[in-house]
């Protein structure tokens, strides 16, 4: 074997581990990421869970504390993301509801529909994790999932609106 074919072996050789290591690398550096993420999304819906059930806890407690219950709700309203855009329009419609029960309103059907709410809001965000994790070829358009798990209320009349 001469010393060209050789070097040119040792060249490409060298050249596909170069490539190899940046790849791989890149490849853990986005797992990690992912899984910091999806980690962090399951403490947020956890938290997000718990507040809501300490929540209702207060309320039908015969010993309510205002100060508690408004604690509760702050902590809430922070965990969200809500922001003027129709992309937000769950969010927004939970913090008005918590707003409403802060205020005073706390009947059944204020109480129901935040719950409600809340459980579209962890719906639509396990089914966002889940998705991350899926491969190129597998995973569902934003659009899908909102459409799944948003229901009519929270998505379709926002798409209605968009075409007007």
């Given at each position: 074997?001469d010393?060209?074919?050789?070097?040119?072996?040792?060249?490409?050789?060298?050249?596909?581990a170069?490539?190899?290591?940046?790849?791989?690398?890149?490849?853990?550096?986005?797992?990690?990421?992912?899984?910091?993420?999806?980690?962090?999304?399951?403490?947020?819906?956890?938290?997000v869970?718990?507040?809501?059930?300490?929540?209702?806890?207060?309320?039908?407690?015969?010993?309510?504390?205002?100060?508690?219950?408004?604690?509760?709700?702050?902590?809430?309203?922070?965990?969200?993301?809500?922001?003027?855009?129709?992309?937000?329009?769950?969010?927004?419609?939970i913090?008005?509801?918590?707003?409403?029960?802060?205020?005073?309103?706390?009947?059944?059907?204020?109480?129901?529909?935040?719950?409600?709410?809340?459980?579209?809001?962890?719906?639509?965000?396990?089914?966002?994790?889940?998705?991350?994790?899926?491969?190129?070829?597998?995973?569902?358009?934003?659009?899908d999932?909102?459409?799944?798990?948003?229901?009519?209320?929270?998505?379709v009349k926002q798409?209605?609106?968009?075409?007007?």
């Open positions: 074997m010393a060209t074919v050789l070097t040119a072996i040792l060249s490409s050789s060298v050249i596909a170069i490539i190899s290591g940046i790849v791989a690398k890149k490849t853990n550096d986005k797992n990690m990421s992912l899984k910091y993420i999806t980690e962090e999304r399951a403490n947020w819906r956890k938290t869970k718990e507040n809501t059930a300490l929540l209702y806890n207060q309320i039908y407690s015969k010993d309510q504390d205002e100060g508690r219950i408004r604690e509760l709700i702050t902590h809430l309203i922070v965990s969200l993301n809500p922001s003027k855009d129709e992309e937000s329009k769950l969010d927004i419609e913090k008005n509801t918590l707003v409403a029960i802060e205020e005073g309103n706390r009947d059944y059907k204020m109480l129901e529909h935040l719950r409600n709410c809340i459980s579209i809001l962890m719906k639509h965000d396990w089914e966002r994790s889940k998705n991350e994790t899926k491969g190129f070829g597998d995973k569902k358009s934003e659009d999932i909102k459409q799944q798990t948003l229901g009519e209320e929270f998505y798409k209605k609106q968009e075409m007007q």
